[in-house]
């Protein structure tokens, strides 16, 4: 019997979400934005700007560090886990492909994320409710594209381990995200340089380096900004490619890490 | 059912990534419906060895086949079931949530998960435990597991790497009886260690590798036969005779006293009947007399 992809896909998954909810790691990170949510009740009341805006902005960054941590911290050690505890082996020794078994640890990293992105963007609906702010769609939206992130995140960092330590996955993806969430930067220094080879290697970084400014609405969310069908639909095929190629690398990487 | 041929295994290590060759050009045909011992010190190739039969890497050199297919092919891993040296699994899941996971992995259907696991369990002796987490199981309870996991999907040809190690007098009969049992069932059973008398008890043919070289492979019949060559030595056990007289009758190689009486060792099968004799007129009481059998230490000397 040759198991079907989706059907090794949802085991692991299985597998591998329970195995991440009972992580001490997740709890601490969840603390620290649940925390980061009662900073900003306190700043609200601190400041002479309106409360709901203290807070939209405090949330939206608890959910957008949450969930990228989750996925950085998570994703780094699941493969790494898996060979250092040498439960691999046995799954591996089944009729499966390592595409299909990191596709199955990728869903269950997805699981975990969502589940945090949905329990945090509920508790900052909740507060915006209590202190008077207003829904509008971009901050759905907005919140829709740091999920987004998160996931590109836990594709990168399921990369990055299955040929690498776990704590130099995470040191290499904090570079990504902070790199990432920086491209226009890059751009714009490159634009500024008067030397000709700096200006191509830093347009040549900036165009390979995985771009995570098109999952950030900054202000726009603040302030209630439309964002247009076109920008959502570029973020969401961009996190698609960038989270497809991610996965078939480290399937390919998988092969030279086994024993 | 699985045939190794001309497999070399090299892999790259230290700063230099220096070639280090791990197995040298083993070959043997492990038999259908066979038990087949793997023997070999630790760091011999052993574990090399499996993972290159339960499809876990690709040889350097050579082919290892099931029944013609590739190992690393899935289909053919399909017909394998592998137990791991130190079953490694999520000890956070229960007995019967493992067996979920790699019933899954093996390509069955939940309906085939369900009934096959109320039958592995059943088989192993481990239907109590089912609902317990693997992290409270003993070591001998991982290792009936992990055999469960491994038959689950009822494959031809079963993997055991170390299946006895750790385990106590008790558990390793157990293990060994769980094995015969197996082997009686129809699987072909492969199964490695570095403990003689485990392979002996239970295997029809058995190879030992050294540093990575086949050094011998065939039966144990075979291979017993040919450690019996210039033995066939007999041990005697008495009483009623002191440790003196005994130890002036030059035909036993050794004599020693044990609470009982004496338990000395005839050198060869010659001159046996005289020696008794010699004994019972100095008013012995013979305990036993038994040929010593040559074992699989004595041809792997």
Redo the contacts between chains.
Sequence with gaps: ????TH??A???A??TF??VI?DKILYNIILLAVLLFGVSILASQLSFITPERIILDFGMSAVNLSCSMIAIFTGSWLIGKEFE???V?????????RHQFVLGKYLGLMQVIALNWVLLSLLLSGLLLLTGGTFNPTLITGLFLFLLQSLVLGSLALMVSSFTTTSLSVIICIGFYLIGNNISQIRSVADQSKSDSAKAVLKGLALILPNLEHFTLGTKVTYGLPVTGAFVATATGYAFVLSAFCLICAGIFLKRK?? | MLEISNVVQTFRTGFWMKNVTVLHDVSFTIPDRSVFGFLGANGAGKTTLIALMVGLRQPTSGTVKLKGIDCYDPKAKAKVGYLPERPYFHDHLTGENLLKYFGALSGMSSRQIEARTVQVLKQVGMSHARKLELKKYSKGMLQRIGIAQAILHEPEFLVLDEPMSGLDPVGRKEIRELITQLAHDGHTVFFSSHVIPDVEAICDRVALIQKGKLLACGSIHDLLAQGAQGSGDVEVGFQGVSLEVAQKLTAFKSVRVIPEGIRAVHAGQQGLEATLSHLIQNQAKILWVQPIRPSLEDVFK
């Design positions: 019997m040759i198991p079907k059907q090794v949802l085991a692991v299985r597998v329970s195995e009972r505890r040498r439960t082996f046995v799954a591996l020794s089944r009729p499966i492909s086994e024993q």
